[in-house]
């Protein structure tokens, strides 16, 4: 269960700004109180995505319209393509606070 959600200290932002970050604590009874950093990924984020997606096509297929074996294929520029921000998509990450991305 989410306790809490903040976007920033002062609660002044744009609609761009609340998509780029957000920090979740979750019930500490559950976690730990583990804080987790949403934000909208961009290209430097590729490697990372393609891993976890790569990791997480192996493990569940079935919650997936994609294959292994099609997205191993990819190269890191076409990662790039389907993860970079525009107007009408974006991708979302989750990182621990020691900055790894563990959820998309």
Known sequence: MISSVACCANGQFSEVDKLTMVCVRTDQRETGGILMNIRVLDEHDA?????????ALRTNPEAFGSTY????????????????????????????????????
Not at 47 to 55: C, D, G, I, K, N
């Open 47 to 55: 490697r990372f995505y393609q891993e976890l997606r790569l990791s």
């Open 69 to 104: 074996e099609r997205e191993v294929k990819f190269s890191l520029e076409m990662v790039v393509e389907r993860i970079k921000p525009t107007e009408g998509k974006f991708v979302l990450g989750a990182f621990e606070d020691s900055g790894s991305l563990v959820g998309s």
